[in-house]
């Protein structure tokens, strides 16, 4: 047998007014709890976003150390096979980074391409609404 919640005692003194009343100071108190939640809550994802924020802006200051001396020494290397003509190797590595940049660019291109699934069933759904709304008018 399921487990009920026991019903709180039916007073039969109290009046419509006084359920009223109390229903009243019960929504006021709930509306109250639910804004504290929010506030609790935003302050949480706040705090969360700036944390992981910090990270990122850490990591790509990190990241741009790291690749400057990638492109460094790859173009150093070039540069030592090709008998020591270290420009040969700075232009052989821009190339290689202008083409891998130029990958990159059209395939972050080709995603913002792509269509909103979300976007597209929502503006289907409020078409369903509005036609459903017209027709209940009778317009």
Do not use: C
Not at 22 to 40: H, I, N, Y
Not at 78 to 84: H, K, P, S, Y
Not at 130 to 137: E, F, G, I
């Amino acid at each position: 047998m399921p487990h009920r919640e026991p019903r709180p005692p039916i007073d039969p003194e109290v009046g419509i007014p006084d359920l009223i009343r109390r229903l009243t100071d019960d929504s006021r108190r709930l509306a109250g709890d639910e804004v504290r939640l929010a506030k609790l809550e935003l302050g949480e994802n706040l705090r969360s976003g700036a944390r992981g924020t910090l990270w990122l802006a850490l990591s790509f200051g990190v990241g741009v150390v790291a690749m400057t001396a990638a492109t460094i020494g790859l173009a150093a290397l070039i540069g030592r096979l090709v008998a020591g003509h270290m420009w040969v190797g700075a232009i052989v590595t821009g190339a290689i980074e202008l083409g891998l940049a130029f990958v990159l660019i059209k395939r972050g291109i080709g995603t913002f391409r792509k269509p909103s699934y979300t976007l597209a069933e929502t503006r289907e759904s409020l078409k369903d609404t509005q036609a459903w709304v017209t027709a209940r008018r009778g317009d």
